[in-house]
């Protein structure tokens, strides 16, 4: 569930009103049948608005719901989300209608390294080797698809709602036609980080109510789960040797393409770990120590006005002589994760005991032993999430629990230092 932002929210205006009150209705529906009908109005409201580019109306909405009425702000969230990565298209042969639908998805790769990850624009022959291997292996029979000539870094993937609706309905038109999408003129900048995410976005096509993935046809349904993950390995298999000539220098890990939102979520999450272990086994070879020669600082992190709620925490990694922090990562809380691990109805519905699910925290610390770290240091206080106004990087809380830039010793071997 996306955290919106703590401004307080004008008056609503028209359009706003009717996505509150479309919204609370689909929350209080008695029916399937009524909820539907609902679900259709709320969908044809967003569609006008994310057609015409009107994100602030959307935004303003998801503010004021988030402060009053938590279920229909999910809702509208929801709604919002699949109208954004999804689209139908209505094609007339000989006066005979198809109904198309489309999908984003997004292709997830976790990758780390002691350099630089690649991103940018995907050659022609690479781009046509990975949508081979995509469709052969992922969709069903007869789904057309369109890859986007870009490996996405986080940075240059649509900012907003809007942005990816019009990304979802161009790389639908080109899937259904068959025509090629053009590389970005020009990618955002991105940050350098030792482990981090790309992404291929591909878009599909099917008719309304066919089968999109090989898991949903009519032959793999009572084994659908078995079949996602027979998927999900022969897309590694086949892909990972493209993938990797693609990002030199790198470890990677192809995660299951998944629709648009659930997979960057996915993948916002499973990159956190590995984000540890890169921590560690950069730190340990640049440096020439054992991971038993460094001690990590842990500290939770939030917003001035968030009465006390913690956004994420940020790991510090310190020699265990010093105080010096020489380098951190940032363990970011998504959805319903918090200090105290997932809300206990949560885990009722899921069928799960509460001793299996670990809270936000264990996992870190969890993580930092499997690394090979023992002398852990946890702030139990709150921090503001302060920032360097000279490069932008988080702050760091020290084992005495003052804010400091993370910087490498002096005596490092150079070339590593944009790392942050």
């Given at each position: ?76 969230m929801e709604g919002v989300e699949a109208v954004s990565e999804s689209s139908i298209m ?209 500290a939770g992190f939030g917003e001035e006005a968030a009465d006390g709620q913690i956004d ?109």
């Open positions: 569930m996306r955290r919106p932002s703590k401004d307080s929210s004008p008056k609503l205006s028209a359009e706003s009103q009717r996505l509150v009150s479309i919204s609370q209705a689909i929350v209080q529906a008695a029916s399937r049948v009524e909820e539907r009908a609902l679900e259709r109005q709320l969908d044809a409201q967003l569609q006008k608005l994310l057609k015409t580019g009107h994100q602030d109306t959307i935004d303003t909405t998801l503010n004021t719901l988030f402060k009053e009425d938590l279920n229909a702000y999910d809702t509208l209505v094609d007339s042969v000989d006066g005979v209608d198809t109904t198309y639908q489309a999908l984003l998805v997004a292709a997830p790769i976790l990758a780390w390294t002691r350099f630089a990850i690649a991103s940018g624009t995907i050659p022609p022959d690479t781009l046509a080797t990975l949508s081979a291997h995509f469709s052969a292996h992922l969709l069903a029979d007869g789904v057309r698809m369109s890859m986007a000539p870009t490996l996405f870094a986080i940075d240059q993937l649509p900012r907003s709602h809007a942005e990816t609706y019009a990304a979802t309905h161009k790389l639908a038109q080109a899937a259904y036609k068959g025509t090629p999408i053009k590389p970005l003129a020009k990618a955002a900048e991105t940050a350098p980080f030792l482990a981090d995410t790309r992404y291929l976005l591909v878009a599909i096509v099917a008719p309304l109510g066919a089968p999109l993935f090989r898991w949903q046809e009519p032959q793999h349904q009572m084994n659908f789960t078995i079949e996602r993950a027979n998927s999900l390995e022969q897309w590694q298999t086949q892909a990972s040797d493209t993938v990797s000539r693609l990002m030199p220098g790198c470890g990677i890990e192809l995660l299951l393409p998944e629709a648009y939102y659930v997979a960057c979520r996915e993948a916002d999450k499973l990159i956190r770990p590995v984000s540890i272990r890169a921590a560690v086994h950069y730190l340990t070879n640049t440096l020439g120590v054992q991971a038993s020669d460094l001690r990590a600082v842990v994420e925490y940020r790991v510090a990694f310190t020699m265990r002589q010093t105080t010096d922090v020489i380098y951190g990562i940032v363990w970011p809380l998504y959805g319903q994760e918090d200090e105290d691990g997932t809300p206990v109805e949560g885990l009722l519905a899921a069928g799960m005991e509460m001793e299996l699910q670990k809270a936000p925290l264990d996992e870190i610390l969890g993580h930092l032993n499997e690394a090979g770290i023992t002398h852990i240091k946890r702030h139990h206080e709150r921090f503001i999430a302060e920032y360097c106004d000279d490069c932008g990087g988080p702050l760091f809380a020290d084992p005495v629990g003052e804010l400091v830039h993370a910087e490498m010793p002096e005596d490092a071997p150079p070339g590593n230092e944009h790392f942050h």
